[in-house]
């Protein structure tokens, strides 16, 4: 049971979220309405993932200086949960838009980047399964990883900043200020990010130990 | 009787002027009936078993995932 308190603490935190989420009192503002609550399940998938590919980018790192399979392993799976993150952050975010925005997708520069990111992670699977030796597939995986982490955050961090966006935290909207969140909002959302992104280290876990059994049974 | 008849002409009366009334105090519109007649929690329970159903699915998977572990060693 000691190996497993991180799991629980992260299925506690969303049972918190999905309770608190709901109940707790939140600022009453125009156009948004309840739909304000969104932020503690769609604001905390983007945030989930980013935890996600910087761990995917940490391990591989590591497989390029250690050449480890399975630090390369674990950077393919922490992507693909994180990649799982984003999918149901976008269709998420594109409901929310068509009550909010008007539409399903709008010409925001974060809506285009987040899609051109989950395009630019399909690429890192595409290229992973265009190539047979296991070496060879993680160096190039490996260096391609930290391509895409970059471009991750000039797409969904930096040039949604430069030009309008309609998200707050971009193009002159404030982030996170007095105007989105108050603190007993902040009371939800930040453990509502712990709480998510542990879910999502522990969907990973389960992946690659399942890789790890096929690999014994190959052997 | 008289009096009842009094009461309701009153209310009556003053039927018309709630809408404006409401327009009056001019508030964003949050869902404080849904919460006030209480039904805001059926909705609390379905997502929270909904969560409980894939926490269930995972605890099993992992599970599963010791016992091979454990028959490989």
């Known amino acids: 049971m000691k190996q497993h308190w991180w799991k629980v603490l992260g299925v506690v935190l969303v049972f918190y979220t999905i309770i608190w989420g709901f109940l707790g ?3 009453a503002r125009f156009i948004l309405n309840e739909s304000i609550r969104a932020t503690y399940f769609h604001v905390t998938m983007w945030f989930s993932m980013i935890i996600l590919m910087t761990a995917s980018l940490v391990f591989s790192i590591q497989y390029l200086s250690k050449g480890n399979r399975l630090a390369d ?8 949960t994180g990649v799982l993150f984003s999918i ?18 709008v010409n925001d520069a974060k809506l285009n980047g987040t899609a051109i990111t989950l395009l630019i992670y399909a690429a890192y699977f595409v290229l992973r399964g265009s190539v047979d030796d296991p070496q060879k597939k993680g160096r190039l995986a490996g260096v391609y990883n930290i391509f895409a982490y970059v471009m991750m955050l000039v797409f969904i961090g930096i040039l949604p900043r430069m ?3 309609l998200h707050p935290g971009n ?15 902040r009371m939800v959302f930040y453990p509502a990010v712990i709480g998510f992104a542990l879910i999502g ?15 014994k049974k190959e052997n | 009787m ?18 404006l009334l409401a327009q009056m105090r001019e ?23 909904v969560f409980l159903g894939i926490v269930l699915y995972l605890i099993n998977l992992d599970r599963r995932l010791r016992k091979l572990e454990k028959d490989d060693k």
């Open chain 1, 171 to 185: 193009g002159g909207n404030p982030a996170f200020g007095q105007y989105d969140m108050d603190s007993q909002m």
């Open chain 1, 73 to 80: 392993l674990k950077a393919k799976e922490t992507a693909s």
């Open chain 2, 27 to 49: 508030k964003p519109e949050m869902a404080d009936l849904m919460r006030s007649n209480g039904k805001i929690y059926v909705v609390v329970a379905i997502a929270a078993l």
């Open chain 1, 163 to 165: 030009t309008d966006s």
């Open chain 1, 88 to 105: 149901i952050g976008l269709v998420t975010g594109s409901l929310w838009a068509r009550f909010t925005w008007g539409a399903f997708w």
């Open chain 1, 201 to 215: 280290v522990w969907i990973t876990t389960l992946r690659i130990r399942m890789q790890k059994l096929i690999w």
């Open chain 1, 25 to 27: 009192e939140v600022p």
């Open chain 2, 2 to 19: 008289q009096q009842l008849q009094k009461l309701s002409f009153t209310l009556f009366a003053f039927l018309p002027g709630i809408p």
